[in-house]
């Protein structure tokens, strides 16, 4: 229990990875990558949106993203991940917590991504019903290194700070 009078603030981390599937669209942030396969996984897999629902679960440590919506669920088929997002949101505000800031990071050789980020940091700010300067998104490259710089798929990090009410 907090003292009174104290602010309560809670950081989570959250990391997803998806590999590259043919006949898929990209998603990344809620936003569509024109142009370039897919990634594989029981919902519309989205990454960056599964290593944010994971880093603010993590904060009020409710577990990870497969425990409240398991990839065995027929409900969660191609489900888009900005609906999971919205539902974890849900979660974190039951809790008595509302979100500080997030920050993110995209691990992709391909395709570049900086002309999405700004997209991607009004979709996860809408969803979540934050200011956007709440929510930064960057991507970076491996320089070949790995399965990202092998071009074998996407990985994201997010880390989130909540504070409490």
């Known amino acids: 229990m907090v003292e009174k009078g104290r602010a309560d603030y809670r950081i989570g981390v959250g990391y997803d990875v998806h590999p590259f599937a043919e ?7 809620g936003v569509t990558i024109p142009e370039h396969q897919g ?22 440590s409710a577990g990870d993203l497969g425990r409240h919506f398991p990839d065995t669920d027929p409900q969660y088929k191609d489900v888009e991940s900005l609906l999971l997002l919205k539902k974890v949101n849900e979660k974190v505000n039951q809790k008595g917590f509302k979100i500080a800031n997030i920050d993110a990071t995209i691990v992709a050789q391909t395709p570049r991504l900086a002309s999405y ?45 909540l504070e409490g009410r």
Request: aromatic share 2%; glycine share 14%.
């Open 23 to 29: 006949g898929r669209p990209l998603i990344l942030g």
């Open 39 to 60: 990634l594989a996984g029981h919902s519309d897999a989205d990454c960056l949106a599964h290593a944010i629902c994971d880093a603010l679960l993590g904060a009020i």
């Open 117 to 161: 980020l700004p997209q991607m940091e009004d979709q996860v700010a809408a969803t979540l019903g934050v200011d956007k300067e709440r929510v930064n998104i960057k991507a970076t490259s491996t320089e070949g290194l790995g399965f990202a710089g092998r071009g074998e798929g996407i990985a994201a990090y997010a880390v989130a700070l």
